[in-house]
């Protein structure tokens, strides 16, 4: 006798592959995010962009969340413009 208890149960789908390799996304992000604010500056800004972008890019490749690179990329270009803007009023004063 069967009956819609003993059906065979359905196959679950295969895990998606992981690419190979290291997962840095996270750890990019929170670099970008600290060496922007704590460096500041035009170097620790640009800095803290590439290290969003690495995130970023590392993000999309394991299929996880961008956020945190899109953070230390937004806080880097906003510590470098502010950067020179202080530099242009500072020497605009002297």
């Known amino acids: 006798m ?3 208890y003993n059906a065979p149960q359905p ?3 295969p895990m998606p592959v992981q690419p190979a390799g290291r997962d840095n996304s ?3 992000g929170v670099l970008g995010i600290i060496v922007s604010i704590c460096c500041g500056g035009v170097a620790g800004g640009i800095i803290g962009i590439i290290l969003g972008k690495l995130s970023r ?3 999309r ?3 996880k969340s961008t956020g945190l690179g899109t953070a230390a990329m937004v806080i880097g270009v906003l510590v470098t ?3 020179i803007i202080y530099w242009i009023v500072y020497l605009a004063r002297r």
Request: charged share 10%; glycine share 12%.
């Open 2 to 4: 069967t009956g819609p």
């Open 11 to 13: 196959v679950p789908p």
């Open 26 to 28: 996270t750890l990019f």
């Open 57 to 59: 890019d590392q993000a």
């Open 61 to 63: 490749k394991f299929g």
């Open 81 to 83: 413009v502010a950067a």
